[in-house]
């Protein structure tokens, strides 16, 4: 891999860590009062814009008021799986995002983010062919609304649209388009 193929790669993850870094600068630097901090972890359904399967995921979130009942952010990261060209392939992907959600109403949010892709492509070892992995910076949009169980504690259901750019692999077709949706749920903790 020569220099600038580092550098393309390394700075989707330099903007990212530069974003959760001023996020969670904001959460630290807030009054105490104000400070409302959830970890939210999920679990979700995931489908590819050029499949039917539908597969899982798993994630991790953690939320934080930046302007009460109004703007909140979140760093997250997740995990999910899927074949492609009828299973000779499967992709990995472990993104991890930034997000700022507008919720002027407590149990309904909706906003967007930013996102570093991490992807593996494992090839079926029949096809002898060497895996790849791509690391892709990407953008989302969703929303999502929660339901209070107990103080501090309430049930997150959320959806998200990823956009990523078509991506390429050393089958036919060559190029595919990565984008995805998914849906979670799972349940935020506050402290």
Same mark, same amino acid.
Request: no cysteine; aromatic share 8%.
């Given at each position: ?36 901090? @959830?970890?939210? #972890? !999920?679990? &979700? ?6 499949? +039917? ?5 798993? *994630? ?61 492509? @494992?090839?079926? #070892? !029949?096809? &002898? ?6 690391? +892709? ?5 969703? *929303? ?48």
């Amino acid at each position: 891999m020569d220099r600038r193929e580092v550098r393309r790669t390394a700075m989707p993850f330099q903007i990212l860590t530069r974003v959760a870094s001023a996020v969670l600068l904001l959460i630290v630097v807030q009054p105490k009062a104000a400070r409302a901090v @959830e970890i939210v #972890p !999920s679990v &979700g359904i995931t489908r590819s814009v050029e499949s +039917d399967e539908v597969t899982k995921q798993v *994630g991790l979130a953690i939320r934080s008021s930046i302007v009460p009942h109004l703007l909140k952010s979140e760093i997250g990261g997740s995990y999910r799986t899927e074949k492609r060209n009828a299973g000779a392939v499967e992709a990995k992907m472990w993104p991890v995002t930034a997000s700022l959600w507008l919720s002027p109403i407590p149990v309904v949010y909706a906003g967007a983010g930013v996102g570093w892709y991490h992807t593996t492509l @494992e090839y079926r #070892p !029949s096809l &002898g062919l060497e895996d790849q992995t791509t690391q +892709d910076f990407g953008v989302h949009v969703g *929303g999502g609304m929660k339901m209070p169980l107990a103080p501090g504690v309430a049930l997150d259901f959320s959806g998200r649209y990823v956009f990523l750019q078509d991506q390429e692999s050393r089958l036919v077709p060559q190029k595919f388009n990565p984008d995805y949706w998914t849906l979670s749920a799972g349940l935020a903790l506050g402290f």
